[in-house]
């Protein structure tokens, strides 16, 4: 049957289809039929959508509807009318997703069977609202919708008469059907996706896309039955992309899609998404859960038609998709299309209309025998758009067209013809051969006497004007426009007002002044501007004067503190100001009463300004108009003022009357400095000032301005000092050592030695505390002590050498570092300096509580004459007005917090600090209480005084040695900044040598060749399928909670809590999922390992961040009846010291230790083999862990193992062991930096 065409056509085939229909159902329902084409259109056209189809027809203006259509538009809507009439609606849903084999009974008893042997009776209290995507009509599904009270019974039991009753109880036992019939898939789908796809690609998609469908659930959301027709996919090779379109469940109208990625996005996109003119994701996302479920039957079931293609499509790797989507989308650049046709050229006629010069744009082509046609004009509108144009020619299409309008534009016709000046196509409209030259003229005026009488005349070059004729040429705004046809010459003369009014008035009165008005002309011609010249007979001219050669610098202050330069020439004194090597000729003034004439040479004035700019620098500045410049920096501002200072021949400066003159007064140089010192509590404050030729600056002030990188000193209300090369040299050296607190400059007492290298006691004055400290520093260089009598140990050729440098710094300044290697004997050489010391008071030893045992046996053991004594236990508060000299008091950090009240009471004559990584943060309470101590001295003991950033150096000699770093801002700027983002080299060595005086490290491969070698072994654990699906999907759901953290503050708390559970999965599922049945490649490749070392022989620690990992290890071990030795956090400090014992005893083969709490201080020389189970962010803390077997008293070669699971966060963090190393040897040994991990650093690793 052919298609109708005419609306009168359609309408008697509907009815004939529809019948009745056509006036108790609505518009809305043909609405479920229509694609967006056919939709638009119903909604532009007809009245309301709930009205009958009917009144489509009958509405004024529709009978004619065709014409207004597209052939497509119209085919669409007529399709959309014949299928809602056909009915087809009925067989557009189905009975079920995976179809029963019977459908349900109407009602009664045969009904109720139906559902006990489907299983789905608690289906019949299921909302009625859930029939509505089945029913076959719209009444049927806004009956259902706006039931919400209604259930499936009511719906069975035919709560409506008629045909909308039967309607919805077709619908129910549809629903019914579909809920049997799902109950079937779920266990079937139960099944298929339990299956793991042999295809790591299509694995990991199908771990993303049970992600999608997962949060769905998490989110309430429930399956939907659908219309089959609504069910149906397509995969988009292109995007990667599966979409299943739909049509508004509700019936209102309106379309849409659902869509699911199939790989992992790195654009804008989500991964999934519902998006619809009229259907939200948050109101309907049971769309995406349908769409969801059929792609991941697709992926698991390798007989469904969608399988193959979505395999094909999921194995290509991402470099294959790249170079496809790269073919397809990167084109030659073809350029911006020509403005015109080959051949042909834009021009721009000057003609004249009425006696008025105009402009318009004309197109030429070429002639075959040379020249150019006279041009065919075209609009201007169009030109300013025009891609390809050239720049001269839009500049003048723009100004020659005006928004809405064809007339001269912005700024009037003489600002078309400004636009034109230089253009290389220009012509005369009835010459069109022959190019025009438009050009700059200069107006003058000129006084001619004739018939005793004085007349006002205009000069244009050599051609004088009569005033009607300079009025007549004048043009919008403020222009004179002169064509000369002959020459192809058009001049475009910048006309003043007060020229112009001239000009006008002598038109009017045409006549001439008589000499009585020469004094009121000649104070009219003064009036004129600079610009305009001014040509006397002789005896008006006055007495001649010689030009004022000198140019004129004229200054005006930016509101950033810069200056506007302009140079100009003030020909006569008290005169206006000219351009150099512009404008009129001849000037006439007033010396006084008298008159005077000057006539200036312009060559020789554009060769002085010249000579000015070099002079001073100007070129350095941005060009800002004729003979102008600014300099937008302050400082260059302020050179230019110091060059004029030095040079004050060179030019006149003027300054606006309204602004105060800038001076520079003078300069600091070293040779006019003086500094003195003042000792205060912990450091010593400077003084200083620099005499000038008016006054004097501040020390403070110049190191200030030299912080800021400045090389000016602002004195008051325009003055200013400038600082010398050689002061600026020695004061940014000191820079490093002298700081600013509480509104004064300081110094370090143990800076001493820079600064008087910098400043020498001629240009310093030094108070009684900086001599007395300059001479202990001197005597401490000649100081050799000897090893106290006390200590009773073999002392290797590095440990005298360190306990000399000990008592050396001790003598002079307030802490230092000992940084040696784990295991050279810190505590050796400590106890060495509490034995030199212990006359002068007691000493305190700050520790971890696992090391306070150690500590009291190694002075048992090495100073016997010392008292060791713990400071621990309830009672140890009666302990502390009992300590003397000779006790060694020994502490945990812990009990330093919680008693330093009572603790700083007590002068300690040395306190120790061991493991003093413990106090890298400034911040923390402990490290606060540390300072708070009272010591004569104090020492840090670490092998990784730095371990992640230079913060942690500076809290450490914050406390050691107090103002050497100077404050916290002051040190972050200095070198914190440029040594760890910018690399700085320079900085680092300066760190260095400041550093040097005060900390002293050696490395075992320097003090000790003879320890047995250390062999590191990586060993790389490949996950097994199931452990990478676990941890694949734990990946990708921190980033999707994170992604909505993007502005929260603790973001990098929550990044930092998802790598810990990322590193926990690479250890063992269950450390995350405690259910989880999965098992850990790593703990079979360590029981491996672990039966490898017994079987050989061998014994090992084995540490790791995790108790519970460890404890799953344990369990491991022990199940294989190997006896094994534990200590974590929890276990007891006496205890820690019998697990030692027990260890170096030989006892078992194997120590699990949690990496924080036996890491540091325990001497486990037992052992010759160290496991790492798991990598710790910082490498520092790993090595110390492993020195606890490599280290003096090893005879044996250890090996340190480390297991890593290779595509995980360990891997990544292993990359991070390299650059943290890096970072402390780039200030204990001079290597390079790197800087401390950003919160987006951290999101790298996560996204892998």
Request: proline share 7%; aromatic share 6%; glycine share 8%.
């Amino acid at each position: 049957m052919s298609l109708p065409q005419s609306m009168q056509e359609l309408e008697s085939r509907l009815f004939s289809l529809a019948g009745e229909r056509m006036v108790h159902e609505p518009l809305v329902s043909v609405l479920m039929h229509a694609d967006h084409s056919a939709s638009r259109v119903l909604h532009d056209h007809g009245r309301a959508l709930r009205d009958p189809v009917e009144d489509f027809f009958t509405r004024r203006g529709n009978s004619e509807l065709r014409d207004f259509l597209s052939q497509n538009e119209w085919e669409a809507v007529v399709s959309a009318f014949l299928s809602w009439a056909g009915g087809d609606d009925e067989a557009s849903y189905v009975e079920a997703l995976d179809a029963v084999d019977d459908a349900p009974p109407e009602r009664g008893a045969e009904l109720r069977a139906w559902l006990a042997e489907h299983e789905v009776e608690e289906a019949l209290q299921h909302p009625l609202a859930l029939v509505a995507p089945l029913a076959p009509t719209f009444r049927a599904r806004d009956k259902a919708l706006r039931s919400p009270s209604s259930t499936i019974a009511d719906g069975l039991g035919g709560i409506l008469p008629g045909r909308l009753g039967n309607d919805l109880q077709a619908a129910a036992r549809s629903y019914l059907a579909w809920v049997a019939g799902r109950r079937k898939l779920d266990a079937r789908r139960e099944q298929l996706w339990q299956r793991v796809p042999d295809s790591p690609r299509v694995a990991a998609a199908v771990d993303r896309i049970r992600g999608v469908l997962d949060a769905l659930r998490d989110r309430g959301v429930a399956p939907l039955p659908l219309p089959a027709a609504e069910t149906e996919v397509e995969i988009d090779p292109r995007e990667l992309l599966v979409r299943m379109s739909f049509s508004h469940p509700h019936g209102y109208g309106g379309h849409g899609e659902a869509w699911i990625s199939l790989v992992e996005r790195t654009d804008e996109r989500a991964r999934a998404s519902l998006d619809s003119d009229k259907v939200q994701e948050r109101r309907h996302p049971e769309r995406l859960g349908v769409l969801t479920e059929r792609v991941l039957d697709a992926l698991h079931d390798p007989d469904d038609r969608l399988h193959d293609e979505l395999r094909v499509l999921l194995e290509k790797p991402r470099w294959d998709r790249l170079l496809a989507e790269l073919e397809r989308e990167v084109q030659p650049d073809a350029g911006p299309p020509p403005p015109f046709e080959e051949g042909e050229r834009l021009v721009w006629r000057i003609a004249r209309t009425e006696g008025e010069p105009t402009v318009e744009a004309a197109i030429q082509k070429r002639r075959k025998r040379g020249g150019w046609t006279k041009g065919r004009v075209t609009e201007a509108r169009e030109l300013p758009y025009q891609p390809g144009l050239d720049v001269r020619d839009r500049r003048v299409a723009e100004a020659l067209v005006s928004p809405g309008r064809f007339a001269p534009g912005r700024g009037g016709l003489g600002a078309v013809f400004e636009a034109l000046i230089g253009h290389p196509r220009v012509i005369f409209t009835e010459t069109s051969q022959r190019p025009v030259r438009v050009k700059r003229g200069q107006v003058s005026v000129s006084l001619v006497e004739r018939d005793e009488a004085t007349w006002i005349r205009f000069r244009l070059q050599d051609e004088v004007f009569e005033p009607h004729e300079m009025a007549a040429a004048r043009v919008e705004p403020r222009h004179a426009i002169f064509l000369d046809e002959a020459s192809s010459v058009v001049t475009v003369v910048d006309l003043p007002d007060s020229v112009l009014a001239m000009a006008e008035a002598c038109a009017r009165w045409e006549t001439g002044l008589p000499a009585d008005a020469d004094d009121t002309l000649l104070k009219l011609l003064y009036r004129l501007p600079p610009s305009v010249g001014v040509e006397l007979p002789p005896r008006l001219r006055g007495a001649p004067r010689d030009p004022d050669q000198r140019p004129v610098l004229r200054l005006e202050p930016l509101p950033g503190g810069g200056l506007r330069v302009t140079v100009a020439m003030r020909p006569l004194p008290g005169g206006a100001v000219q351009p150099p090597g512009e404008g009129p000729t001849q000037i006439v003034g007033l010396d006084g009463s008298e008159r005077v004439h000057t006539v200036r040479d312009l060559p020789a004035e554009r060769r002085l300004a010249e000579q000015v700019g070099i002079a001073l620098g100007l070129d350095a500045g941005e060009s800002d108009g004729p003979h102008t410049v600014r300099l937008d920096e302050p400082e260059d501002a302020l050179e230019l003022l110091h060059r004029m200072r030095e040079q004050p021949d060179l030019a006149t400066v003027e300054w606006p009357e309204d602004q105060t003159p800038w001076r520079v007064v003078g300069s600091a140089g070293f040779g006019n400095l003086k500094v003195r010192s003042k000792k205060l509590t912990d450091w010593f404050a400077l003084e200083g000032e620099a005499e000038l030729d008016e006054g004097k600056v501040r020390l403070a002030q110049i190191m200030a301005a030299l912080r800021e990188g400045r090389r000016y000193v602002k004195l008051g209300k325009g003055r200013f000092a400038r600082i010398e090369d050689d002061l600026r040299t020695r004061l940014n050296a000191a820079q490093d050592v002298v700081f600013e607190e509480a509104g004064e400059l300081g110094v370090s007492g143990a800076a001493i030695g820079e600064l008087e290298a910098i400043l020498p006691e001629d240009r310093f004055e030094a108070d009684a505390e900086w001599l007395e400290t300059k001479k202990r520093l001197e005597a401490a260089s000649e100081l050799h002590p000897e090893v106290p009598e006390g200590l009773r140990a073999d002392l290797r050729s590095y440990q005298r050498e360190g306990i000399t440098w000990l008592e050396r710094v001790a003598s002079w300044a307030s802490g230092a570092c000992l940084a040696d290697d784990m295991g050279l004997g810190k505590t050796l050489q400590a106890l060495a300096l509490a034995l030199e010391r212990q006359s002068d008071g007691p000493t305190l030893v700050v520790c971890p509580t696992s090391l306070s045992d150690n500590w009291r046996k190694e002075c048992e053991r090495f100073s016997p004459t010392l008292r060791p004594r713990i400071y621990r236990g309830p009672d140890r508060g009666t302990m502390v007005s009992t300590f003397a000299p000779g006790d060694l008091v020994i502490t945990s950090y812990d009990i330093l917090l919680r008693d330093i009240d009572a603790l700083r009471e007590v002068h300690f004559a040395l306190t120790v600090f061991d493991e003093a990584h413990a106090l890298k943060n400034p911040e923390a309470a402990r490290t606060k209480a540390a300072r708070q101590l009272d010591a004569g001295f104090r020492l840090a003991l670490t092998g990784t005084p730095l371990e992640n950033h230079l913060g942690e150096l500076w809290s450490l000699y914050s406390i050691l040695v107090p103002g050497l770093l100077g404050p916290w801002k002051h040190f972050r700027a200095r070198f914190a900044i440029p040594i760890e983002r910018d690399n700085d080299l320079a900085k680092r060595e300066r760190l260095r040598e400041l550093l040097r005086p005060f900390l002293l490290r050696r490395t075992k491969a320097q003090v000790a060749p003879e320890l047995p070698p250390r062999t590191e072994v990586v060993r790389s654990i490949e996950l097994s399928d199931d452990e990478r699906a676990l941890y694949e999907a734990e990946r990708r759901q921190a980033l999707e909670q994170l992604a909505a953290k993007a502005e929260d503050p603790k973001k990098r708390f929550a990044v930092l809590g998802a790598l810990t559970r990322l590193r926990r999965l690479a250890c063992h599922p269950t450390l995350v999922h405690p259910e989880s049945r999965v098992s850990s490649s790593k703990l079979t490749e360590l029981m491996e390992l672990a039966a490898d070392l017994r079987r050989e022989g061998h014994r090992s620690l084995v540490f790791s961040q995790f108790t519970t990992h460890l404890a799953i290890v344990r369990r491991a071990l022990e199940a294989k009846g190997w006896e094994v030795l534990y200590l974590d956090g929890s276990t007891p400090a006496a205890k820690r010291g019998e697990l030692v014992d027990r260890w170096q005893r030989g006892e078992a083969p194997f120590f699990l230790i949690s990496l924080k709490a036996g890491g540091t201080g325990l001497n486990l020389t037992a052992a010759d083999t160290v496991i790492h189970l798991d990598p710790w962010w910082n490498p520092a803390v790993e090595d110390q862990a492993s020195d606890r077997t490599h280290r003096i008293g090893q005879d044996k070669p250890v090996t340190v193992v480390r297991l890593v699971s290779q595509g995980t966060i360990e891997e990544a963090v292993m990359q991070l062991h390299e650059q943290k190393r890096e970072l402390a040897r780039g200030i204990l040994e001079g290597a390079e930096t790197n800087a401390k991990l950003s919160v987006d650093d951290l999101l790298e690793l996560l996204e892998g």
